[in-house]
């Protein structure tokens, strides 16, 4: 970790420091905006004639920013996890670097810098297995995706599955988290493949969770 302007850096690649501090500066080109609301603004950016995903974590809810003087912040946790484990789960994308400044005790700007990948999202029934196999891998680990939905998974030139936007968030509440995962997955496809896991209570609190999330977005 070192420090620029108040900000404070996390790589293992020097080469990379440089970059950082020019996203600091704003001293990039967007090239596409994927994602901006109020929690998250993801973007293809490009930086000395190379793809980079940009991803900023929002902190705007009193109550989040309250938590946040006693965490770490989700750019430094999401560089951990995603270090950690990229050797056992090759499919995740990179992550180069994350950057997080406070203000005072409490998180005021943070975000991570995240390999771009060239491919396809391939929603239909025939991918779904080999969707599933890569998200097993993740909850081997205990660990889970969290926001496991077709968009996250990429086939890349050499047509191989590749994991985007994930935490690796540490499961707590038994497997509910895989249950969630897989439940958010088998919603976008048809022909489903065989159910991975037992159907345990985590398995139907998980469900009732996700029935109600999907018809309160029907609603919406």
Do not use: W
């Not at 080469?15 to 109020?38: A, P, T």
């Not at 029934?125 to 969290?146: A, Q, T, Y």
């Not at 249950?179 to 139907?204: A, Q, V």
């Amino acid at each position: 970790m070192e420090e620029y302007k108040g900000y404070k850096l996390y790589f293992e690649d020097r080469n990379y420091k440089k970059i950082l501090e020019d996203i600091i500066e704003k001293n990039f080109q967007v090239e596409k905006e994927y994602k901006n609301d109020n929690r998250t603004y993801v973007a293809k950016i490009k930086y000395n004639g190379k793809n980079y995903i940009l991803k900023k974590f929002y902190i705007r809810k009193p109550l989040k920013k309250f938590l946040s003087i006693f965490k770490e912040g989700e750019s430094i946790r999401t560089f951990k996890n995603i270090s950690n484990f990229i050797k056992k789960i090759p499919e995740l994308a990179k992550i180069y670097g994350a950057v997080i400044k406070r203000k005072g005790i409490f998180i005021e700007e943070e975000f991570v810098l995240m390999e771009y990948i060239e491919g396809n999202i391939l929603i239909d029934d025939k991918n779904c297995r080999r969707i599933l196999e890569s998200v097993k891998k993740i909850h081997k680990l205990g660990r889970f995706h969290g926001d496991c939905n077709p968009y996250n998974f990429i086939y890349d030139r050499d047509n191989k599955v590749r994991i985007l936007d994930t935490k690796l968030k540490k499961m707590n509440f038994g497997n509910y988290r895989a249950h969630y995962d897989i439940l958010t997955l088998f919603k976008h496809f048809k022909n489903k493949p065989e159910y991975p896991y037992k159907k345990s209570i985590f398995y139907e609190i998980a469900f009732i969770v996700r029935q109600y999330r999907n018809n309160k977005g029907e609603k919406e």
